[in-house]
């Protein structure tokens, strides 16, 4: 039977570590620890763009010529002017690419610029569409694109948008 003295009595605590708890640590660690390792043997993107755009037809050749009359590059009324909070201009362009052609075309890039009305680039972004976007461009295919160009000041003469093919490569078929 326990009296009022046991009762009020202070109970002892174990002191010493708490063994789940440095099993958890060392686990996590050693999976962030994986993690980072496996994060680490990725080549960057640098490289792995260069990689795809191995072979890939570019201006001035002649299968540039015959493979880029075949893409039809458009910007349609979806592209969107918006402002900051910094006070500078946000465009989001909204875009179609289409394979008239009888070729699969598996990688592709495109050149995109913001032009003046007196036809001086503002800015110019290169994306790689195929195969980032989509895996191929098949013909009769489009595939819709958007993307975004931040930084313009309001007095910019954003006038006009400009697509151009920088490179080009198709299945042999």
């Not at 999976?31 to 994060?39: E, K, Q, T, Y």
């Not at 680490?40 to 540039?64: C, D, N």
Request: hydrophobic share 45%; aromatic share 6%.
């Amino acid at each position: 039977m326990r009296t009022m003295d046991d009762i009020f009595k202070p109970k002892e605590k174990k002191s010493g570590v708490n063994m789940v708890f440095i099993a958890a640590i060392l686990i996590g660690a050693v999976a962030i620890g994986a993690v980072i390792w496996f994060l680490s043997l990725t080549p960057p993107i640098e490289v792995q763009t260069a990689k795809m755009l191995e072979g890939a037809f570019r201006e001035g050749s002649p299968e540039y010529a015959e493979l880029n009359k075949d893409i039809i590059i458009s910007t349609d009324d979806k592209t969107v002017q918006s402002p900051m909070a910094t006070g500078k201009i946000s465009m989001f362009i909204h875009g179609n690419i289409r394979n008239k052609g009888k070729r699969t075309v598996d990688v592709l890039e495109v050149s995109v610029s913001v032009v003046t009305q007196f036809n001086e680039v503002l800015r110019t972004r290169n994306v790689l569409v195929v195969p980032v976007q989509e895996s191929t461009l098949g013909p009769g295919d489009t595939i819709p694109i958007t993307l975004t160009f931040d930084g313009f000041n309001k007095d910019d003469d954003r006038a006009n948008i400009r697509w151009k093919v920088v490179a080009i490569k198709a299945a042999n078929n």
